[in-house]
């Protein structure tokens, strides 16, 4: 029997496969036998690579999965009263299946916001109830980058946001899992918009960029990770044999396969975006600064295009859906993609 072959949709960078420099340092690693839980050179080479990013204050832990990530994160600087303020787009908020109240106890409140950023003022009504017990305690500010809804937060942004935590005795949480097509964007390094511009706890991700699996939980200011190793185990992500995390990102780091990556998967969304806006009856919803294109259509055109290409609805009151690139998207799969859409569209009217 042959093997199924499935067209390569536009529902999630989640659905790529592994790009093949990941699955041949995974090889590399794939010999003899070394000390388990992270004390092996592979993992030590891994965590050197994240720090000549981020700096060499940087304390890492790698972890299994984005939600690991988020979740321990936040729970290793908080308390069960504490709360955390975010989007209401955000991970943490709609796609964690209540993982952070559950696993920390805490409070999570969500600010809405049209972009998926979110903006100091948006925050004030949540800024209340200091030192007083009837109230959960703000502790941290959690962003995404790029975010949700395909937006890059600015460095002189994500400042703002970190000087504004700062004020109210907060922390900065950045959910880096598409960190890659924020730092393309910008075209300016890791660092310059977390550790440099006042991020103190970053998720640095790259299953959604070419990696198979695994997150790095990265405290960038010294003393967050006070007890993080035994929370880590506790929350059921030490990895037994941690260097084939740490191989991927190897591949990722040391050669500039995230550069790559993401630079493809953010050209590939300004491609679909271009070709979108010759189709009549379509409108763009959101900028196109990452991987992410939001649009609105007819849903009984959505419904007929779904059968042939995997996507996801975002917004059903309005009609808006949202597409995601890849690294392995090719021009072909977007003008095939917006062919079948024009055809669709004029056999719907």
Not at 22 to 35: F, Q, W
Request: charged fraction near 25%; aromatic fraction near 10%.
């Amino acid at each position: 029997m042959g093997e199924p072959v499935l067209k390569r949709g536009f529902a999630s960078d989640n659905n790529s496969g592994v790009h093949p420099a990941v699955m041949k340092e995974l090889l590399r690693v794939n010999r003899g036998h070394v000390v388990g839980y992270g004390d092996d050179p592979f993992t030590e080479t891994a965590r050197e690579l994240i720090k000549k990013e981020l700096g060499e204050q940087t304390e890492v832990y790698f972890v299994f999965t984005g939600t690991g990530a988020n979740v321990l994160g936040l729970a290793g600087v908080m308390k069960s009263w504490n709360s955390v303020i975010t989007a209401h787009t955000a991970h943490i908020e709609t796609d964690e299946c209540g993982a952070p109240e559950k696993f920390s106890g805490c409070k999570v409140l969500s600010v809405d916001t049209p972009d998926g950023k979110i903006k100091p003022e948006m925050l004030a009504r949540h800024m209340h109830g200091f030192d007083f017990e009837h109230h959960s305690q703000p502790k941290v500010i959690s962003i995404s980058q790029a975010s949700e809804m395909g937006t890059v937060y600015t460095p002189d942004e994500v400042r703002e946001l970190a000087a504004y935590a700062r004020k109210h005795g907060m922390l900065l949480h950045m959910d880096g899992a598409r960190i890659a097509n924020a730092a393309v964007t910008l075209g300016v390094p890791f660092r310059t918009f977390t550790t440099d511009a006042g991020v103190d706890i970053l998720s640095f991700g790259g299953t959604k960029n070419g990696m198979m699996y695994g997150e790095a939980v990265c405290f960038l200011k010294p003393g967050l990770d006070e007890g993080f190793k035994y929370l880590r185990k506790q929350g059921m992500q030490l990895a037994s044999k941690m260097r084939f995390i740490a191989a991927q990102y190897i591949a990722y780091l040391s050669g500039g396969l995230w550069k790559e990556c993401a630079s493809h998967s953010n050209r590939m969304a300004r491609e679909l975006q271009k070709k979108l806006r010759e189709v009549s009856g379509i409108k763009i919803t959101q900028k196109v600064e990452a991987n992410g294109v939001f649009l609105i259509m007819p849903d009984r055109v959505a419904a007929l295009l779904s059968r042939e290409y995997f996507f996801y609805p975002w917004n059903e009151a309005i009609s808006e859906y949202r597409l995601m690139t890849s690294w392995d998207t090719t021009s072909d799969d977007v003008t095939q993609f917006v062919e079948r859409l024009k055809v669709i569209m004029s056999e719907v009217k």
